[in-house]
């Protein structure tokens, strides 16, 4: 996790898809918002939730 505001990016997985979300990490925290809907604001989910997240995704269990 990036320990400073980091910038909006996507996952290098959704290969110009639209139908992807974008995530900003920092130290404690990530903010989650929908790519074709920015406007709508984010959600943010803390640190130990996102890596969960990740690791469930790496694991195929999600």
Avoid at 2 to 9: F, K, R, S
Avoid at 32 to 45: E, S
Wanted: with cysteine; aromatic share 6%; net charge negative.
């Amino acid at each position: 996790m990036a320990t400073e505001m980091g910038n909006w990016h996507k996952s290098s997985y959704s290969a110009g898809s639209q139908n992807c979300v974008e995530v900003r990490e920092h130290a404690d925290r990530a903010d989650v918002r929908d790519t074709k809907n920015r406007q709508a604001g984010h959600i943010t989910v803390s640190a130990p939730e996102w890596n969960a997240f990740l690791q469930a995704i790496r694991d195929n269990t999600l």
